[in-house]
């Protein structure tokens, strides 16, 4: 009998210390939820403050872009008023050819028919029989030669006077008979009615592209079918 309330002593030790026990895990894992709890909420608002952070940063973004975007159109407005001032100074003072066309001769040149310029020069004059023959713009390349010349306010008239002096350049430059003649009319712009006849005459015109920078502005409809 002894020995059966001895055992149920120490059952009663084991099931009281696995309570305390028990009652201390409990306690703590209580703890332990109510400082997740805590944690967690801290982290909602920490995400809060994130995403409003987030939200005045896109809106600094947007307004930047639209600053950006509007700072581009007013550069492009001012390179294009830019652009005609200048090409008006120079079509007063008669300097088109050095001013406007000469520096793009170039590139331009190079974008369509892919040369590399070996000279390029400005009022070129030949004398022959008396007779004066003066190229406003000439460039030549390995296998090319271009004859560029120069009107203010062109015509369509002056479509066949260049035509006509293209006929002549040989007999004052024969030193470029080894070498394709091209022929381009330039101006500041060009009048529709000119741009068409030039066209149907197959002769290539350089002008402002929307004033936005020189450029051959019929080269694809006269290379459309080739």
Same mark, same amino acid.
């Given at each position: 009998? /002894? #020995?059966?309330?001895?055992?149920?002593?120490?059952?009663?030790?084991?099931?009281?210390?696995?309570?305390?026990?028990t009652?201390?895990?409990?306690? *703590?894992?209580?703890?332990?939820?109510?400082?997740?709890?805590?944690?967690?909420?801290?982290?909602?608002?920490?995400?809060?403050?994130?995403?409003?952070?987030?939200?005045?940063?896109?809106?600094?973004?947007?307004?930047?872009?639209?600053?950006?975007?509007?700072? &581009?159109?007013?550069?492009?407005?001012?390179?294009k008023?830019? %652009?005609? /001032?200048?090409?008006?100074? #120079?079509?007063?003072?008669?300097?088109?050819?050095?001013?406007?066309?000469?520096? @793009?001769?170039r590139?331009?040149?190079?974008?369509?028919?892919k040369?590399?310029?070996?000279? *390029?020069?400005?009022? %070129?004059l030949?004398?022959?029989?008396?007779?004066?023959?003066?190229?406003?713009?000439? #460039?030549?390349? &390995?296998?090319?030669?271009?004859?560029?010349?120069?009107?203010?306010?062109?015509?369509?008239?002056?479509?066949?006077?260049?035509?006509?002096? @293209?006929?002549?350049?040989?007999?004052?430059?024969?030193?470029?008979?080894?070498?394709?003649?091209?022929?381009?009319? @330039?101006?500041?712009?060009?009048?529709?009615?000119?741009?068409?006849? @030039?066209? %149907?005459?197959?002769?290539?015109?350089?002008?402002?592209?929307?004033?936005?920078?020189?450029?051959?502005? %019929?080269?694809?409809?006269?290379?459309?079918?080739?």
């Amino acid at each position: 009998m /002894q #020995a059966v309330e001895e055992r149920v002593t120490s059952l009663e030790s084991v099931l009281r210390d696995f309570i305390i026990h028990t009652d201390v895990s409990l306690s *703590r894992l209580e703890r332990e939820v109510e400082e997740l709890k805590d944690e967690m909420k801290d982290f909602k608002s920490e995400m809060k403050d994130f995403k409003d952070e987030m939200l005045v940063f896109k809106d600094g973004v947007d307004v930047f872009k639209d600053e950006m975007s509007k700072f &581009r159109t007013d550069m492009e407005a001012d390179h294009k008023e830019m %652009n005609k /001032q200048w090409a008006g100074l #120079a079509n007063k003072m008669g300097t088109l050819d050095e001013d406007l066309i000469a520096p @793009a001769v170039r590139p331009v040149l190079n974008k369509y028919f892919k040369c590399g310029l070996l000279s *390029r020069s400005i009022r %070129n004059l030949k004398r022959k029989n008396g007779d004066n023959f003066e190229v406003d713009v000439l #460039a030549a390349s &390995r296998d090319k030669v271009f004859m560029i010349e120069v009107k203010s306010s062109p015509k369509s008239y002056h479509v066949e006077q260049v035509i006509e002096k @293209a006929d002549l350049f040989y007999d004052f430059f024969p030193e470029y008979k080894d070498k394709e003649l091209i022929t381009i009319f @330039a101006s500041i712009i060009f009048p529709e009615d000119v741009i068409k006849h @030039a066209t %149907n005459k197959h002769l290539y015109l350089m002008a402002y592209r929307e004033w936005e920078y020189m450029d051959i502005i %019929n080269f694809d409809d006269l290379n459309k079918n080739i």
